[in-house]
């Protein structure tokens, strides 16, 4: 699980319990990828140095963590800045290992992000949750101050992306799930902590994770 550019926060924690309330079986693993500093917050959205080096570290993680426990299922959990730093970190890894998937909640990088290359580190694909409703902080916030790969237009996390070049049903795939009113009785108002709701979690996202679970 990786947080927003806050860096951990209950957000984060939200989510946590949220899958374990579903009865996920994996342990979840917040991974600190900012300064830890929350002021620095246009740092952690736009600096590319530091976006590779924890992405480098996290791909390092999960290496280290398929070697000792081989077969075992891993999946990428990212909120926000972290759903993009979970793209950038898929990308780092070597060709041998694969995730299981990644999940993005409300990614804060732009439609043409490229997503080929993530993809193809993946076994059942990538699942991205936005909404239209998303508007403050992934329309106005991403056009004044960008998005994490650098443009100034609203991110994938409120329009969707934009043209991947998988067509093959065979290979894995983009899977873009918008947001829809029944979420309303998942504590989900289409805003962008809304994805952090206990129950939206337990409800939406624990299920993709336990659908791919390897006994």
């Not at 508007?135 to 790969?149: N, S, V």
Request: glycine share 12%; hydrophobic share 40%.
């Amino acid at each position: 699980m990786l947080s927003g550019i806050q860096g951990k926060s209950p957000i984060e924690f939200g989510v946590a319990r949220g899958l374990n309330d579903a009865g996920v079986r994996s342990g979840i693993v917040i991974f600190e990828w900012t300064t830890g500093l929350w002021p620095l917050f246009l740092f952690h959205l736009r600096a590319k140095f530091w976006h590779r080096r924890m992405a480098k570290k996290l791909a390092n993680a999960i290496v280290e963590y398929q070697s000792k426990y081989p077969g075992r299922p891993v999946f990428l959990l990212g909120h926000s800045g972290g759903a993009g730093l979970s793209l950038m970190a898929a990308n780092e890894l070597p060709d041998g290992n694969k995730l299981s998937g990644i999940i993005l909640l409300g990614p804060a990088v732009s439609p043409i992000f490229p997503l080929d290359s993530a993809l193809t580190k993946t076994e059942q694909g990538i699942w991205n949750f936005h909404s239209i409703l998303d508007c403050l902080f992934l329309g106005i916030g991403t056009i004044l101050a960008g998005t994490m790969d650098g443009k100034h237009r609203p991110s994938a996390g409120m329009v969707c992306f934009k043209g991947t070049s998988i067509k093959d049903k065979s290979e894995p795939q983009l899977h873009q799930l918008g947001y829809s009113f029944k979420m309303i009785s998942q504590w989900h108002f289409g805003g962008h902590f809304g994805y952090s709701n206990r129950v939206f979690i337990a409800n939406e996202v624990a299920p993709l994770i336990e659908m791919h679970h390897i006994e």
